[in-house]
């Protein structure tokens, strides 16, 4: 640009024309168009002000230097295909408008002789100039342009590298998680299990109270480890959803008649209301609608302290609609937005005492969403909060068999021959005390590379089958049961 503005005084020095002053100001003002470009990082707006700034230029020199005779007029021609190369078709079109518009002007403004004549007839070096110019104008924009790409590239490049870094990470904390809250199940279970078979001895009323301590406090961090492993689930993208056929009511029953005792001993109602047009069975994963129904009816428990709660269930077409009203302490509403947030809770003046780190709701969210529903909230400050799930499922026939309860009963005098093939000590203490207890003669496995031989020298009708120990896991170990054809009907269960 600068150059062109040389261009510009030289050619003016040749023809002797006051435009020697007039150059150095044009090319300063087309000097600010990449300064623009630089402020704003907006190709769009460097681009508008380069066009704008010429059609000022033109609108300012040309009527005042002899119009369409003038030197000047040259560069009208040459405006729409700048404008193309620097914008789009579509600009470049309205600047066609422009010429012309402003061409007829110039022709009115000659015909009543309102333009002056130009200092200067055009010569070949006026022309060289122009062409020298507009040379120098499509490389500066060209150049401009790769610029504002190659910026706009390498943005784009850098926000795929820190997308990239943060779902690493993000898979990387989902995997530490699902680790650490899985080792750590497996010593709870062990404890939850000791804490059932001492409960089941001789144990004086304090002792009892202990127990029950200890039998409470295990299944909440339980319960904990459970909302931690399914967070890591849904964050990974790992939870697989079982479609199958499910009675709505029993489901709804099953929930209400978990929380009963609870709201009970609290002095709450607590009601389930169905409606008469719910669909008998559906489709659906029942185990995680289920889930959803216990966190929300289990906070709305663990926040109303007087008054009661109902589970509504009613039917909207194909979409099954779950209600849970409590007339409890309520929510803020500017803390609304953020109840389905992780670790945070939203009934934050009472949330101490009540307990819980925040992921039930956020899990209930993701489940729902996993099913393709809706779920939302709607609450008043010590009034009450209400719940609402809208899940998509397929109504089914009635007649249709459902997979929620198993026809099998175990026969209690049946002293069955087991196999534990366990690596953890407590667990195996555990089952083996269990097993025991029930009548069962047990022998144990420490590791899956001790399994085949056991087995041989036990000759077992089950084998319980822990899936990861060491030196040999349980699936090899499994493989290799089933190689010997004196244990085809071994039943195998996985631990």
Not at 170 to 182: C, D, E, G, Y
Request: net charge negative; with cysteine.
């Amino acid at each position: 640009l600068a150059l062109c503005g040389l261009a510009v005084v030289i050619g003016s020095l040749v023809r002797g024309t006051t435009d020697v002053g007039v150059a150095p100001v044009t090319a300063l003002l087309f000097a600010l168009v990449p300064v623009v470009f630089r402020l704003s990082r907006s190709y769009s707006a460097a681009a508008w002000s380069f066009v704008a700034l010429a059609m000022m230029l033109a609108v300012t020199f040309i009527p005042t230097h002899g119009g369409l005779l003038s030197v000047h007029a040259l560069w009208l021609p040459l405006l729409p295909a700048v404008v193309l190369v620097v914008l789009d078709y579509r600009a470049a079109v309205a600047s066609v408008f422009f010429v012309f518009g402003f061409g007829f002007v110039l022709v009115a403004g000659h015909t009543r002789g309102l333009v002056p004549a130009p200092l200067s007839e055009p010569t070949p070096v006026d022309v060289a100039v122009v062409v020298l110019c507009s040379s120098l104008v499509f490389l500066a924009v060209s150049h401009t342009r790769e610029v504002a790409v190659g910026d706009l590239l390498e943005d784009r490049v850098s926000e795929a590298r820190a997308r990239a870094r943060a779902e690493a990470a993000s898979r990387a904390k989902s995997s530490i998680l699902a680790s650490v809250s899985h080792e750590l199940r497996t010593p709870m279970t062990g404890i939850l299990g000791l804490a059932d078979l001492l409960s089941e001895t001789s144990l004086d009323r304090k002792q009892s109270d202990w127990v029950r301590t200890i039998h409470k406090t295990g299944h909440a961090l339980l319960a904990l480890l459970d909302d931690l492993l399914d967070t890591a689930r849904l964050d990974s993208g790992n939870l697989t959803l079982k479609q199958r056929p499910f009675r709505p009511l029993e489901l709804a029953e099953q929930v209400v008649a978990l929380f009963r005792p609870r709201a009970r001993g609290k002095r709450i109602a607590l009601h389930l209301e169905v409606a008469p047009d719910v669909a008998v069975k559906v489709l659906g994963d029942a185990a995680r609608i289920r889930q959803v129904l216990i966190n929300l009816v289990g906070n709305a428990v663990k926040f109303t302290h007087q008054g009661g709660i109902v589970l509504r269930v009613q039917q909207d077409d194909h979409v099954l609609v779950f209600e849970v009203t409590d007339s409890g302490v309520g929510i803020p509403r500017d803390r609304l937005e953020d109840v389905f947030t992780p670790f945070v809770r939203a009934e934050a003046d009472h949330a101490s005492a009540a307990g819980g780190v925040g992921l039930g709701l956020s899990i209930a969210r993701l489940l729902v969403e996993a099913m393709d529903g809706e779920i939302s909230v709607r609450s008043e400050e010590q009034v009450g909060t209400t719940f609402q799930v809208r899940l998509p499922l397929e109504v089914l026939d009635a007649d249709a068999p459902t997979t929620e309860t198993s026809s099998y009963r175990p026969r209690p005098d049946a002293s069955l021959r087991v196999l534990v093939a366990e690596d953890n000590p407590v667990n195996r203490m555990v089952i083996t005390a269990m097993l025991e207890s029930m009548g069962h003669e047990v022998r144990v496995a420490h590791n899956g590379d001790e399994v085949v031989p056991t087995a041989r020298a036990f000759h077992p009708d089950v084998c319980l089958m822990d899936m990861r120990m060491p030196v040999v896991d349980g699936l090899e170990a499994t493989r290799r049961l089933r190689a010997d054809a004196r244990f085809d009907r071994v039943r195998v269960i996985a631990l």
